[in-house]
């Protein structure tokens, strides 16, 4: 079996923080969102990691810090959103380019999840099999796509499914599927001949398993799922994880007069001084002073001086400075 993670989106929605950084790569509670993902997978197998040309530098960074083996860089040949060859079509391409004819696990680069995927393998067949999350509410799963299933097999940890909706404005199900699919080589040729014609939704070559008259299987897990695909959601799973903690590199200095409160992580090579800090991210080269931050993301080689924000996300090199006094430095919030 071989293992591709989709590492290749160009993550409009959370710009500034992916205009020069691709989303996989953002730190989560100080780790890649992707590190997590590589040590969900089990030991010994091959791994292919397909991202764009932009973001080839810095995969080779992060691969160098990787003591694993068995972890391929792929590079697709796009320098923006237009030149990609969409998340299906990069893996049809992948497979015929380097002749792959064995069973694939296909993972999204950028969902968090606590899915035992030893577990979760155990339960492949000869079918295509999908791990899904019961999201809980329908409003939340018009955002995602939705999983119809049938009822399981006498004892079967499986559901059979009968149909999927992309972001329905009216979902019948609350499952939905998480960024990872299960395909037994002999549905590859079908995921190639879908590609040709639908190369951006990877999630669409389910429907066509389906229309096919082939049988589809989905494992739904427990515990925390997030697509890190907005601010929110990015903070919400910071929250989560880091919990009521700090969480400082040894290289950054936090000096008199400084409160940290709630989740926050600070990066390397910050310096933070008469400064309150609420529920923030700061990634690193930053200085701090005088400073007020509530539910904050910082990009790395930035300096605030006497400001006080609220639900901001900075790009990296933001210079703010204000010579008057913080109203709310003596408050709380």
């Known amino acids: 079996m071989h293992v591709f993670i989709l590492a290749g989106g160009f993550a409009t929605r959370l710009w500034p923080l992916t205009e020069k950084r691709a989303k996989p790569l953002l730190p989560l509670a100080g780790k890649p969102l992707l590190s997590y993902i590589i040590d969900q997978i089990p030991a010994g197998m091959d791994i292919t990691i397909s991202t764009n040309a932009v973001f080839a530098e810095d995969f080779r960074k992060w691969r160098k810090d990787v003591p694993r083996e068995k972890i391929e860089i792929h590079i697709e040949d796009a320098g923006h959103e237009d030149q990609k060859p969409g998340a299906l079509g990069a893996v049809a391409m992948w497979l015929e380019s380097n002749g792959i004819d064995e069973d694939l696990l296909l993972v999204a680069g950028d969902n968090y999840s606590e899915l035992n995927i030893e577990k979760f393998l155990e339960h492949r067949t000869d079918r295509p099999l999908l791990a899904a999350h019961d999201i809980g509410e329908t409003g939340l799963a018009q955002n995602f796509g939705t999983i119809i299933a049938g009822e399981p097999a006498s004892g079967s940890p499986t559901l059979p499914v009968v149909s999927f909706e992309e972001k329905p404005l009216h979902p019948k199900s609350t499952f939905v599927s998480t960024g990872w699919w299960f395909l037994p080589k002999s549905c590859l040729t079908v995921l190639k001949e879908h590609a040709i014609s639908h190369p951006d939704n990877v999630g669409g070559v389910f429907e066509e398993f389906l229309r096919r008259d082939l049988k589809v299987d989905c494992y739904v897990f427990d515990g925390r799922w997030r697509d890190i695909g907005s601010f929110e ?12 903690r700090a969480i400082v590199d040894p290289g950054s200095s936090i000096l008199a007069g400084t409160e940290l409160m709630g989740s926050i992580v600070i990066g390397p090579n910050v310096k933070i001084e008469k400064s309150i800090l609420r529920d923030c991210i700061v990634f690193g080269k930053t200085t701090i002073l005088d400073s007020v931050l509530e539910g904050c993301i910082i990009d790395e080689n930035c300096t605030l001086e006497s400001i006080d924000l609220t639900d901001k996300m900075l790009r990296a090199g ?16």
Do not use: Q
């Open 233 to 244: 959601s990015y903070m919400s799973i910071h929250r989560e994880i880091v919990g009521e």
């Open 318 to 333: 933001t210079v703010l400075r204000n010579k008057g006094i913080n109203p709310k430095m003596s408050g709380v919030f």
